[in-house]
């Protein structure tokens, strides 16, 4: 989220990170209940604390892509 700027459609957070849509929406609710970032608009993340992304990106210079695994049984 950070890489993108201040605030985007949640879908483009999604793209960014190479998933789904509805595989952010957990993360993103529980961020919103942390009240870490709000929903200014239907579909769109932002982060509450003005120049939080700045900052991330200052702590973590390069975007490192999910890579999802599969469970074991």
């Known amino acids: 989220m ?3 700027g201040p605030g985007h459609p949640t879908g483009r957070i999604a793209e960014t990170l ?3 849509t ?3 929406a957990t993360v993103r609710q529980r961020l919103i209940k942390k009240g870490m970032v709000w929903s200014p608009r239907h579909g769109e993340t932002a982060f509450t604390v003005p120049l939080f992304d700045a900052f991330m990106r200052r702590q973590m210079p390069a ?3 999910h890579v999802p695994q599969r469970r074991s049984h």
């Open 2 to 4: 950070a890489e993108l």
């Open 18 to 20: 190479g998933v789904g």
């Open 22 to 24: 509805p595989a952010v």
């Open 63 to 65: 975007l490192v892509p």
